[in-house]
């Protein structure tokens, strides 16, 4: 897979939670053009094509599927910098969490969040979610071109 081919970059430290994304996406034939990220350094690094993306040629994934409890950079530091760039200021991102807390739901959408979503417990509800979440974003919801 080339990098321009992702559409889903889910950023997901823990591997249980991965792992059920993964299988709920692919049940679902949504799971081939996403990309992985496992803390919130690297997905910077990923989406703005620094460190060990510096390679990648810059083309932004049609959503981003946000973890806020991340290590190294917490995801809500993350979503405050694609905000911040132009480039990727209209990528929409879906804050995918397990933190039901007010503040945190506030937060979100108060640094531009598109969407907020509890982590469901048990996997059927983590599936339907994935694939409610793959229908809209990546077949319903009409984005802007890129801006370059």
Known sequence: MTDENVEILLVEDNPNDEMLALHAFKKHNLA?????????????EYIFCTGAYAQRSFHNPRVILLDKKLPLVDGMEVLRQIREEPRTRMVPVVML???????????????GVNSYIVKPVNFEQFSETARRLGYYWLLINQQPAEVS
């Open 32 to 44: 081939n053009k996403i990309h992985v990220v496992r803390d919130g350094a690297e997905a910077l």
């Open 97 to 111: 969490t397990s933190s039901a807390e007010d503040r945190d739901v506030i937060e979100s959408y108060q640094l």
